[in-house]
C-alpha cells in the first residue's frame, strides 16, 4: 500500500521558519513528482510547490515563492518543504501528496495524501 | 492562473438522491480536472481523473462529465458515506488550482 507520512509541524511565531518533512513507503519513491498542498481553517485546497523525481524541475505558488524551498531525498524515501518568514496567512494543515507522473506537470492527478501535518503561525 | 468556479457551494440531500455539482474552468483545461472528496478531519481522497475516469476502488455511483470548459460530478444515489466535502482540480497547468468545495449534508 502507497502511504505519505508528513511530520514536522506545530506552533510558530510569525517571521520564524520551519521544516516539514514527509516519508514515502509502498511504491518506488525516485519515480514520482511530489508536491505539498496546504488547507487553510475551515478554508479550501491551495497547491503550494511541487518537485521532479530528479529535483530537476521544481514550482511554488506565487503565495510562497521566495519563502518556502521544496526539496528531496530519494535515498531516505524523504519529501521536505523549508518555510521561512511564516506568516498567519500560512497557518494551515500541510499535506504531502504523491504525482501520478516523474517530470510532467500536465494531465495528472494527486494520488495518496498524507494524512497531514498542522502549522499554526501566532505569536 | 486558472480560476475553478464550483457550485453549489453547499447542497442539502437525502439518501437515495441523485447529486450534480459543476466546476467550471476559466480557460479550456482539455480533460485535465480531477474530484477529490474530503471527509471532516482526513485528507482528500481522488474519486475521479481526467475528467471521467473513476479511481480505482471508487464505488461506481460517482461518475463524471465534461462539455467545453464545464465539469460535471454526479453521485447517482447518494448512500450516507458520501456526506462529504468535494474539490475539483485543473492538472493543465502550474499553479494547480482547486474550486473552493461543494460540502454536501444530510437534509
Known amino acids: 500500500e502507497e502511504q505519505l507520512v508528513e511530520s514536522g509541524g506545530g506552533l510558530v511565531k510569525p517571521g520564524r521558519s520551519l521544516r516539514l518533512s514527509c516519508v514515502g513507503s509502498?511504491?518506488?519513491?525516485?519515480?514520482?513528482?511530489l508536491h505539498w498542498v496546504r488547507q487553510g481553517p475551515g478554508k479550501g485546497l491551495e497547491w503550494v510547490s511541487g518537485i521532479s523525481w530528479d529535483s530537476g524541475r521544481i514550482d511554488y505558488a506565487d503565495s510562497v515563492r521566495g519563502r518556502f524551498t521544496i526539496s528531496r531525498d530519494n535515498a531516505k524515501n524523504s519529501l521536505y518543504l523549508q518555510m521561512n518568514t511564516l506568516t498567519a496567512e500560512d497557518t494551515g494543515v500541510y499535506y504531502c501528496?504523491?504525482?501520478?507522473?516523474?517530470?510532467?506537470?500536465?494531465?495528472?492527478?494527486?494520488?495518496?495524501w498524507g494524512p497531514g501535518t498542522p502549522v499554526i503561525v501566532s505569536a | 492562473d486558472i480560476q475553478m468556479t464550483q457550485s453549489p457551494s453547499s447542497l442539502s440531500a437525502s439518501i437515495g438522491d441523485r447529486v450534480t455539482i459543476t466546476c467550471r474552468a476559466s480557460q479550456t483545461i482539455n480533460v485535465y480536472l480531477n474530484w477529490y472528496q474530503q471527509k471532516p478531519g482526513k485528507a482528500p481522497k481522488l474519486l475521479i481523473h481526467?475528467?471521467?475516469v473513476l479511481q480505482s476502488g471508487a464505488p461506481s455511483r460517482f461518475s463524471g462529465s465534461e462539455s467545453g470548459t464545464e465539469f460535471t460530478l454526479i453521485i447517482s444515489s447518494l448512500q450516507p458515506e458520501d456526506f462529504a466535502t468535494y474539490y475539483c482540480?485543473?492538472?493543465?497547468?502550474?499553479?494547480?488550482?482547486f474550486g473552493q468545495g461543494t460540502r454536501l449534508d444530510f437534509k
Open positions: 501528496v504523491k504525482d501520478r507522473l516523474a517530470a510532467g506537470i500536465k494531465d495528472t492527478w494527486f494520488d495518496p
Open positions: 482540480q485543473q492538472s493543465y497547468n502550474t499553479p494547480f488550482t
Open positions: 481526467s475528467a471521467t
Open positions: 509502498g511504491f518506488n519513491f525516485d519515480d514520482y513528482v
